[in-house]
């Protein structure tokens, strides 16, 4: 599937305030996620912002789904190149990164349910990192404790 679906939409917003929370490193926080609980067929949609001073994008995205608990759920570790997109210094954006959990709908990437030895319902969570083209790498941030249910 298209990289360029994984991340389904960046807003961009360039702000000139606040010289310290722009860093050569990339800075990264997690913002919000669609629900708490989802399942077989339902869309998962994460926020993320994101900040740089050289705003030098795109880069790379790095997803891993961690579930507390359940050692078998190694398999949903991914790297996405970001789509292009307008940059300037002291950049500052919003990603947003979208998958169907389980299933297939044609357009949505998707997110594989964790394995069977996880039980029917899990409590995850997931962690991101972004990269920009220089090779700076952010810190990794978690997303809040979603329940992914397969039914």
Do not use: H, W
């Amino acid at each position: 599937m298209r990289n360029t679906i994984i991340i389904a939409l960046i807003s961009l917003v360039v702000i000139s305030c606040g010289k310290d929370k722009f860093t050569t490193k990339p800075q990264l926080t997690f913002k919000k996620v669609n629900n708490d609980v989802f399942g077989t067929g339902q869309i998962m949609e994460f926020t993320l912002g994101f900040t740089d001073s050289e705003g030098d994008f795109p880069g790379k995205v790095y997803i891993q789904r961690v579930t507390p608990g359940c050692a078998a759920d190694t398999s949903f570790k991914v790297i996405y190149d970001m789509p292009e997109f307008p940059t300037s210094s002291n950049f500052e954006g919003d990603l947003k990164i979208i998958y169907n959990l389980g299933s297939n709908d044609g357009q949505t990437p998707i997110m594989l349910l964790p394995p069977e030895e996880c039980g029917d319902t899990s409590s995850c969570y997931l962690r991101f990192a972004i990269e920009d083209k220089a090779g700076n790498k952010s810190d990794t941030i978690n997303s809040s404790t979603i329940i992914l249910i397969n039914n």
